[in-house]
């Protein structure tokens, strides 16, 4: 089965992007389908469909719905669109070409958990994007989608955007709260789970852009309707975000479960003529690397990708080739780490500074034999440490870079070059 | 003097005791240990003698002093010496590790601010008193920063009390010291290294 | 002293009423204090947004000081941001900055070049590695697809529209 | 109550208690740094780990609630190397100047490393350079390089004093602590924050470069800088007192104490005070013992009847009132026994946390003294008896701490009209220096050097004992009375500093144990 256009259907038309070509192309249809139903019906009806989070962590949608208290408080529907992963730009493609796509998603899911208020949280880097959004809600407003007694359906909702300010970090569920809440982006304590206490300690729900859009088709198409596409367990389709030595990089819409090399030999046109595929970064900088042997196996699912020890996570997969040296493109990625990280924990504030500074150290010719085991040592004593995942997405990488490719790390600290492109890596030519 | 070693048995079985028999005083002849002692003193002095005589006196072990000096070891522990850095101040912060190491209490610091705060913290008072002073270099070993040393010098005659008690114009820049004994640590390779 | 403009006050008043909390309000404040103040948030900025917003001043510099978007030097006209992180990193963005600094006459990231008109700077991924090498200034879109001749050239035909008028 | 088992012991908890406190509850160890009693939690340090049964990951025992039959267990091995290398983040960036560092001997870092951590640390990369000597305000200093970024401070500023000087400027490993440059940490709580900061990163001006902490001792004893009657420990050697830390009292003063409180300290050393008694009379000046001059007093006093005024402050306590007043009643004759309040148009005030306008720690003990003796004089009466002439001689029980009296010159030179002044007080000053006229100084002892009690503002009665010995010959009022009966003084009490039980708490090597090696 080749690429599907489900979501991204009508991404071709530029009309699709305002409200009289989204309506017209069958736009807020699913909404007053979905206003006549009773809001648990509709999360059974996520729950029977399986689908789950498209934002990186893959929890299912529908269970994350239940865990709502219903104590009467004031609930906050949030859509996490703050994207800074490495490799992933899907949700600023959506929300470039579908704004109402969003939109309709959120109201129906706002409606499902009785959520009077709900925001769209935006990196500040997508100034684009935000004014396109901007501007959809204020049609969306006009039109009466959102407001006071949505078409007379007696549900009223408030939809608002707010703006990041460029940190890596509020990308994680509870930094993106705190950051709502006007702090600085440092995750909070769990428990309390945001379900439970969330966004000014009240029960919030905080979706991706993907997965918001996606509870669109869900109703329209029925639990059943949605499972036509993917697997089993990962049922429905899936943006992938290909980039890095591919010839044509991009969004692209697949089934779950589509063969990865499939992905990038056919939509993505292969690599470059006369290159060779050393390795792949499925889903974002902080999914472990998985070298081409392994990629032959892969399929674009939760489980497969897991049960080779690494992950779907954003789906933003990064194809790197030979000419490549791997422990250049380490040192970008845990200098990014230590650069992200919000310095709350010890263990992560510390250990990312550390690992970059040995890799940097290594990069530039001054790498000791001991290096790459205390590496390994720290980015162990790292995960599963700190109050986010941040530490676990930092420590990764480094541990599956240096254990897949411990040669290229040894050849690099004896030799002092690297062993691909000997000294004519970035770190060296420009001391 | 008793010449008979006493024996002490400790038998392992039965606990008994051995009585130990020693000579009664007045009954001991010290005659044999006097003519022992006058045996050795005698034959050191004729050593001498033939020696000095024959032009040989390097097997001398006795040292003409004051003109020539005996030279000890470079482990040897004599009176303080404060280090300097290269810029001549004091390498000491104050940190008073050596007034709680010293057995004989006879280390008084007074720390106060410096105004370079890369320095932070120096010793504008910093008095040991050398008459209650064993010697022993537990100070320079409790040093961290390689302030303070025990130097060869001992020969440091004084008058009344008070020269006793030295401060550190004398601990640090006295004349022998030649403007001051710069420490072994660089102050600069150790920022460097982030050590 | 640093005073927000007539409509920047207006601006900062409305935004104040907008969220649940006043401080939700702080990020949006500081873009428009930044943009008013040259692109920079200076002290005397954080000293009068405190005023206006009645928000602590430490709360308000805790903020600004966490961001990357909010600068804390002065920066000249156009602030370059080069992308630098994974797919970019390999495909150049590095290299593709040192060339631009070199033309624009800066030595390092973060020094604002002789004439005042640029400010390099290496940031972590924009979300845009399909078109990677990229870059984005000031807050404008993004200008993709880049090699390092035509960002070259770009900052030439900045100099020149700077000149212009 | 909740059962539940650490490591392997079976402890009882109430409800809701984290399982960080059911440690401290039962004096179990655990690493910790940001979590503290008084304050929220923030969860950030990471250091104490617990390993919870059937739970695969480590949970930070701060945040985690007890559940009913939960087995923790701090020892395991997992546990041990996750401590371990929480400690080594730690201290991986921190710059080694524990020589200059004042809270060297009492640092956080260096007692759980001690504990916890005993390894060789693997960091020879170059370390974070930050900020060092930072002036954060009138009395705390702050070291950025030391600081471990706990959050302590900034909580104490949000949620205590709340007063939000404090914040944690930009991200990961370049982030520290500081205030905005326009307004630093004046606060009236401000060196609190030194207190619960676990490492050298605030630091107290006035304690800074003072003293060795191994070198104090210290002593529980309650503060009299208001009538709230925090309790206080004394920090102490030979040369005299170094600095006051606040004790943990629920009820009185939590875990704080305020910055004025903290110069308690001062005018009890050496420096300020009166060391010996002087009686003047014709321009002539007679240095003698406390109780050689007490003993002369007292025979003028015998039986003088009305011409006898008495004039008491709120700083002594509950027993030399007693004393004092039956003997002025009932051998002296006099019931003209006047109360000098000090500041009475803020007397009443309270600024809502510790700190209140009456500057006497037993302003309430003496008002109940005066109602059981039924003396009743009001200040008028003694001023106009003065200028009458009908008060002859006038014993006064001066401040203790002058300080907080602002009138204290005035006052002197209004009661120096008495033909004879008596004036017994424990700090020296000037003014009483300078008096003309047939006066009698008895040096008295300070708070820190007599045991009695103290009845702060809510009537709530606090002993005190005494510390150390200051000024030899001082003597406590109950002293000076029977000294003005004539009696043979008593042994004077022993100075015991503290209990027997105590000694081995704390500090172990120092120079009053003269034990080395007791490491």
Redesign the interface.
């Known amino acids: 089965m080749a690429e599907s256009k489900y979501l991204t259907e009508h991404y071709g038309k530029p009309e699709y992007q305002t409200l009289e070509g989204y309506k017209k192309l069958g736009g807020y249809q699913v909404l007053e389908k979905a206003l006549k139903m009773q809001p648990q019906q509709i999360i059974d009806e996520v729950k029977a469909s399986g689908l789950r989070g498209r934002g990186g962590a893959g929890f299912a949608t529908g269970v994350k719905w239940g865990f709502l208290p219903n104590n009467g408080e004031p609930r906050y529907l949030l859509c996490n669109a703050d994207e800074s992963e490495p490799g992933t730009f899907k949700d600023r493609l959506m929300m470039e070409r579908a704004p109402h796509q969003l939109i309709e998603g959120m109201i129906i899911s706002a409606f499902a958990i009785k959520a009077k208020k709900a925001y769209i949280y935006i990196r500040g880097e997508y100034t684009g994007p935000a004014a396109i959004l901007e501007k959809a809600i204020a049609e969306a407003k006009a039109a009466g989608y959102i407001g006071k007694n949505v078409l007379g359906s007696g549900f009223d909702m408030e939809l608002d955007l707010y703006i990041g300010a460029g940190?890596y970090i509020c990308g994680e569920e509870t930094g993106m709260i705190s950051s709502l809440e006007g702090l600085?982006g440092q995750p909070k304590?769990k428990?309390p789970f945001p379900a439970v206490q969330g966004y000014l300690r009240k029960p919030t729900i905080v979706n991706n852009v993907e997965t918001l859009a996606a509870v669109t088709y869900v109703i329209r198409d029925g639990a059943a309707g949605f499972r036509k596409y993917g697997t089993e367990k990962s049922a429905g389709t899936k943006l992938f975000s290909i980039s890095g030595n591919v010839n044509k990089p991009g969004t692209y819409e697949v089934p779950l479960g589509y063969k990865l090399m499939d992905l990038i030999n056919i939509e993505c046109g292969g690599l470059k003529p006369g290159r060779k595929l050393k390795a792949v970064v499925p889903g974002g900088s902080s999914a472990p690397v998985i070298n081409a042997e392994e990629c032959e196996r892969a399929t674009l699912d939760y489980e497969c990708l897991a049960q080779m020890g690494t992950m779907l996570g954003s789906g933003a997969i990064i194809v790197i080739d030979d000419s490549n040296c791997m422990v250049d493109v380490l040192s970008t990625i845990t200098h990014f780490y230590?650069?992200?990280?919000?310095?709350?924990?010890?263990?992560c504030?510390?250990?990312?500074?550390?690992m970059e500074?040995?890799v940097h150290?290594i990069v530039h010719g001054e790498g000791?034999p001991?290096d790459l085991d205390?590496l390994l040592?720290i980015a162990d004593?790292m995960k599963?440490?700190?109050?986010c995942a941040l530490s676990d997405a930092a420590a990764l990488p480094v541990l599956s870079f240096v254990t897949k490719f411990r040669d290229e790390f040894e050849y690099f600290i004896r030799e002092k070059k690297s062993k691909v492109r000997g000294g004519q890596i970035y770190a060296q030519m420009h001391a | 003097m008793s010449t008979a070693g006493n024996t002490m048995t400790t038998s392992s079985a039965k606990s008994s005791v051995v009585r130990v028999q020693r000579p009664e005083a007045d009954s001991t002849w010290y005659l044999p240990g006097i003519a022992i002692g006058l045996w050795m003193t005698g034959k050191r002095l004729v050593l001498n003698l033939v020696e000095t005589l024959t032009g040989r006196p390097d097997r001398m072990p006795t040292v003409n002093y004051p003109e020539q000096k005996y030279e000890y070891s470079p482990r040897f522990k004599g009176n303080h010496v404060l280090t300097v850095k290269k810029d001549g101040s004091l390498r000491c912060?104050?940190?008073?590790?050596c007034a709680?190491n010293c057995?004989a209490?006879c280390i008084h610091i007074i720390?106060?601010?410096h105004d370079d705060?890369?320095v932070?913290?120096y010793p504008i008072r910093y008095e040991i008193d050398v008459l209650r002073c064993v010697f022993c270099g537990f100070c320079e070993e409790a040093c961290?920063?390689d302030a303070i040393r025990m130097g060869p010098e001992w020969q440091t005659p004084g008058v009344n009390g008070s020269d006793f008690v030295y401060d550190i114009k004398h601990l640090a820049y006295r004349p022998q010291l030649k403007g001051g004994i710069v420490s072994v640590l660089d102050e600069s390779e150790r920022h460097k290294?982030?050590? | 002293m640093f005073k927000l403009s007539e409509d920047g006050l207006k601006y900062v008043k409305n935004e104040l009423t907008r969220y649940e909390t006043k401080q939700s309000a702080i990020i949006r404040c500081l873009y428009r204090a930044q943009d008013e103040n040259g692109g920079w948030v200076s002290?005397e900025v954080?000293?009068h947004l405190?005023e206006v917003m009645e928000i602590?001043?430490?709360?308000?510099?805790?903020v600004a000081?966490?961001y990357t978007m909010f600068n804390k030097q002065k920066v000249g006209r156009y602030h370059v941001q080069v992308c630098c992180t994974l797919t970019c990193g390999m495909l150049g963005g590095r290299e593709l900055t040192d060339a631009m600094m070199k033309e624009a006459g800066c030595k390092k990231t973060g020094e604002t070049s002789p004439d005042g008109l640029f400010t390099f700077s290496k940031v972590e991924c924009l979300g845009s590695c399909d078109t990677a090498p990229m870059l984005q200034i000031n807050r404008d879109p993004y200008i993709e697809s880049l090699s390092t001749e035509k960002a070259v050239q770009l900052v030439r035909d900045l100099r020149a529209k700077a000149k212009g008028h | 109550m909740l059962k539940c088992t650490l490591n392997g012991r079976e402890v009882e908890v109430k409800e809701g208690t984290t399982i960080i406190e059911a440690f401290y509850q039962n004096k179990i160890d655990i690493a910790h740094y940001c979590w503290h009693p008084g304050l929220s939690?923030a969860?950030?340090?990471?250091?104490c780990?617990v390993e919870i049964e059937g739970n695969p990951?480590?949970q930070i025992a701060c945040?985690t609630v007890v559940t009913e039959g939960m087995k923790v267990n701090n020892q395991s091995a997992k546990v041990k190397?996750?401590v371990k290398?929480?400690l080594?983040?730690?201290l991986?960036?921190h710059p080694?100047?524990?020589?200059?560092c004042d809270q060297?001997g009492e640092c956080g870092l260096q007692d759980q490393y001690m504990k916890y951590g005993q390894y060789d640390s693997?960091?020879?990369?170059?370390?974070?350079k930050k900020h060092?000597?930072v002036d954060l305000g009138p009395r705390v200093v702050l070291d950025s390089e030391r600081c471990?970024?706990c959050s302590r401070c900034v909580r104490f500023t949000d949620e205590v004093s709340k007063t939000?000087?404090?914040?944690?400027?930009?991200?990961?490993?370049?982030?520290e602590i500081g205030?905005?440059?326009?307004?630093p940490l004046n606060n009236k709580y401000s060196l609190n924050t030194v207190d619960i900061c676990p490492v050298g990163a605030l630091t107290s001006k006035d304690f800074?470069?003072?003293q060795?902490v191994?070198?104090l001792k210290d002593a529980e004893t309650v503060c009299t800088g208001c009538s709230t009657g925090c309790n206080i420990k004394v920090h102490y050697n030979r040369e005299g007192l170094f600095r006051v830390k606040p004790v943990y009292n629920a009820e009185v003063n939590g875990h704080w104490m305020c910055d004025e409180g903290r110069d308690v300290y001062k005018f009890v050393n050496k420096e300020s005070r009166l060391l010996d008694a002087r009686v003047v009379s014709g321009g002539k000046a007679e240095h003698m013992t406390a109780f050689e001059a007490a003993k002369r007093v007292g025979e003028k006093l015998k039986g003088a009847g009305k011409s006898v005024g008495l004039v008491l402050t709120g700083s002594y306590t509950v027993e030399e009132y007693e004393a004092i007043m039956s003997y002025f009643k009932t051998e002296v004759g006099t019931d003209r026994v006047f109360h000098w309040i000090n500041n009475p148009e803020s007397f009443e005030s309270f600024d809502g946390l510790l700190l209140r306008g009456d500057r006497n720690p037993n302003t309430r003990g003496l008002v109940q003294a005066l109602q059981k003796h039924g003396f009743s004089a009001q200040w008028k009466e003694l001023t106009e008896a003065l200028s009458t002439g009908s008060i002859q001689t006038l014993v006064v029980a001066g401040p203790e701490n002058q300080v907080w009296f602002p009138d204290f010159k005035v006052k002197v030179a209004e009661l120096a009209k008495a033909t004879r002044l008596v004036w017994m007080t424990s700090g020296k000053s000037s003014a009483l220096d300078e008096l003309k006229g047939e006066v009698t100084l008895i040096p008295l002892k300070s708070y820190i050097e007599k045991s009695g009690t103290f009845v702060n503002h809510a009537g709530r009665a606090q002993s005190i004992r005494p510390v150390t010995s200051i000024v030899k010959g001082a003597l406590s009022l109950t002293e000076v009375v029977s000294a003005f009966r004539g009696e043979a003084l008593q042994a004077t009490e022993v100075v015991v500093g503290r209990s027997e039980n105590e000694i081995g708490r704390g500090r172990i090597?120092n120079?009053f144990t003269l034990s080395?090696g007791a490491w």
């Open positions: 940190a600085k304590l428990p230590h650069h992200e990280s919000c310095g709350q924990c010890t263990p504030r510390e250990g990312t500074g550390w500074k040995i150290g000791k001991g205390l040592k004593n599963g440490r700190t109050i | 912060t104050a940190c008073m590790l709680t057995p209490d720390a106060s601010e705060p890369t932070e913290k961290p920063v290294a982030g050590i | 002290p954080i000293q405190s602590p001043a430490a709360q308000i510099e805790e000081t966490f | 939690i969860g950030v340090c990471r250091l780990m990951r480590l945040n190397e996750a290398w929480g080594d983040f730690h991986i960036n080694l100047d524990c020589p200059i060297a693997e960091m020879a990369e170059a370390k974070q060092k000597v471990i970024l939000n000087e404090l914040g944690i400027f930009n991200r990961g490993d370049r982030a205030t905005f440059n326009g307004k800074r470069f003072r060795r191994w070198f090597h120079e080395r």
